[in-house]
Each structure stands twice: as structure tokens, then as C-alpha cells.
């Protein structure tokens, strides 16, 4: 058997990384899982053929522990990013710092392909911290590998997701959603679609050092998400929007608790659109054609619906 090409993808062990690291995997590379915590994703290893996918300790944050995971490897996928904390600190360490430590670190041990997961929206004149962090980490991957491809996707819903999963929890609990950003507008893409496109731009070296804007077919607002949720569980709730002002009391209480649950800086995010632009490459130059949300969603909602059945979408215009 010929030697097999190594890919390491860092954050391989969270919700979108086991998509990817599956991906890379059935094209036949050698998978390395860079991540914290190594022992919780040892259960990926069956996504390959035995000996195929190992998790390695490495950090970020550290240079000995990245420089160990990249060399050797031809391919790295920078997955690692954090959506915030109260001090913002994190987002400076893991997604300005942490990518370019990356990058830099993969372009010193000759590193060919380099992908950096983003987010649309990032732009060094977003509202929110989180956007501009993840529009500087760009530029520090960019001065180490100028030819490196960065994806960024719309919010990503999937089976593990923490967003449609969520509001489906808390419909089940709760007499009243409160819905915040309720006209802010989003592009959610499936999880399974975005790791096709980073193998895609893996094999294929001519797609190199650009950008993918990546959104699914349906844009929907925010109550008009929550508004299919409910209807797909087959629950009966009523919808409080939550003013802005009453939002940012909320948001500076909650940031502070266990969990972040809501943050001040993710009301900012929710304060403009997040959907693809006209004219931004992304799917239909790749020639994929993007899932649903009707597609997809509703056969791992069913656990929290009150009756069975699958329902489709139907939403407030």
C-alpha cells in the first residue's frame, strides 16, 4: 500500500470537524484530530479505516504542540475558534492569534493546503467583536500562507447543532420564546455541505487562495426560524420579541452566568443580516448544490415534537 497524505485538521473533534475529518478521510488521507481533548474524540476513529484517524493533543494556543501536529502533513483545516467571552480575551488568543500561529507554523514545516474556517459577516467594520476577530484572523493567515482558501459559512445547522436543537429545547420547556434580532435575517447551511466544500478545496489546488461565502437555500428571520421550529415540533407557543433595550440588560446578565447563554456582543452580531452578498463565489461556482433546511431538520427534531409526522416549512411572511 503507497504511503497516504496527511491532513491535519484542528477542531477536528467538534460538531463541524467530524464531518470534515470524515470527509478527508474517504479521500483517502491520513487524518491527525488536533484538539484539546483528544480522549473524547477518540470515538471518530471509525470513521476510517483502522490506523486512519488519530486525535492529538494540541492547542492553538501553543507553538511546540502545533508545530508537532503539522509536520508531516500536507493538508491543515483551522476549524479552532471560540464565539466569545465577557472579557473578549478569547477572541484574540483563539481566533486572531490561534490562526496565525497556525498558519504560520504549517507554512514553516511546508504545509501545501491550508483552509481557515471563518464566518460570514467577518469584516474588520462588524458591529461585533466576533466579526472583526474572525476578519483579522483572516489577514494573519494570510501573511503566513497567502494562498490559503478561507470558507465562510452562514450559521451551520446539522444533528449535534446548538441552534435549531436549542430552540426546539426550549419550546418544549418554555410558554413563551423570547426571540432576539426577530427581523435579522439568516442563511443557515448544513454541516455536511460545508465539509464538502473543504474537501472539494482540498483536491482541488486551482481553487486556492480564495474566498467561499457559503449560505443555504433558505433565508429566513429569526422569528420566522422560530416560527419553523415550532411548526415542525408541532408546538403551540407565543413569541415575545424582545426590544432592543430590554435585550441588552438581558444579554449583560447572562454573559456572566455559567454557559454564556446570551452575550451582548451576539446581539450585536444579530443586529445586520447574515446571508451571502450578490456576487460572492460559494456554492454554485463549486457546483454544489446546498440541502435544506426542510430537507434535513426535521428528522433530527423529532424527538422534540409534541405529536408525530414530518412538517415542512411554513412561516409568517
Same mark, same amino acid.
Request: cysteine-free; overall charge negative.
Given at each position: 500500500m503507497s504511503e497516504q497524505k496527511i491532513a491535519t485538521v484542528f477542531g477536528g473533534g467538534g460538531f463541524v470537524g467530524r464531518y470534515v475529518v470524515q470527509q478527508l478521510a474517504e479521500a483517502g488521507y491520513r487524518v491527525r484530530i488536533a484538539c484539546r481533548r483528544p480522549d473524547k474524540a477518540g470515538v471518530l476513529r471509525v470513521l476510517g479505516n483502522v490506523g486512519q484517524i488519530a486525535p492529538f493533543y494540541a492547542s492553538v494556543l501553543d507553538d511546540a504542540s502545533v508545530a508537532c501536529v503539522v509536520e508531516g502533513a500536507s493538508v491543515v483545516v483551522n476549524?479552532?475558534?471560540v464565539l466569545g467571552d465577557a472579557s473578549g480575551q478569547g477572541l484574540e488568543a483563539v481566533n486572531v492569534q490561534g490562526a496565525g500561529r497556525v498558519a504560520r507554523l504549517s507554512a514553516q514545516a511546508g504545509v501545501s493546503t491550508f483552509v481557515q474556517m471563518s464566518a460570514l459577516g467577518a469584516s474588520h467594520t462588524a458591529p461585533s467583536a466576533y466579526g472583526r476577530s474572525r476578519a483579522a484572523g483572516e489577514d494573519a493567515v494570510r501573511a503566513a500562507?497567502?494562498? &490559503?482558501?478561507i470558507i465562510r459559512p452562514s450559521v451551520i445547522f446539522g444533528p449535534e447543532d446548538q441552534f435549531f436543537n436549542m430552540f426546539a429545547m426550549l419550546a418544549r420547556y418554555l410558554p413563551v420564546l423570547p426571540v432576539y434580532g426577530a427581523r435579522t435575517r439568516l442563511q443557515p447551511v448544513y454541516v455536511g455541505d460545508v465539509a464538502q466544500v473543504v474537501a472539494r478545496l482540498v483536491?482541488?489546488?486551482s481553487l486556492a487562495g480564495r474566498e467561499w461565502a457559503l449560505g443555504g437555500p433558505d433565508i429566513l428571520t429569526m422569528k420566522q426560524i422560530y416560527q419553523w421550529v415550532l411548526h415542525t415540533t408541532q408546538r403551540s407557543r407565543a413569541l415575545f420579541e424582545v426590544p432592543p433595550a430590554l435585550a441588552r440588560i438581558q444579554a449583560a446578565i447572562f454573559e456572566?452566568?455559567?454557559?454564556?447563554?446570551l452575550t451582548r456582543d451576539q446581539l450585536l452580531m444579530l443586529s445586520q443580516d447574515n446571508i451571502v452578498s450578490a456576487g460572492q463565489p460559494?456554492? &454554485?461556482?463549486?457546483?454544489?448544490?446546498p440541502q435544506s433546511i426542510d430537507a434535513v431538520v426535521p428528522f433530527y427534531l423529532t424527538r422534540y415534537r409534541a405529536g408525530g409526522g414530518r412538517s415542512g416549512i411554513r412561516v409568517e411572511k
Open positions: 476549524l479552532a475558534a500562507i497567502p494562498q &490559503a482558501s483536491e482541488e489546488p456572566r452566568l455559567p454557559g454564556s447563554i460559494g456554492f &454554485a461556482e463549486l457546483g454544489v448544490t
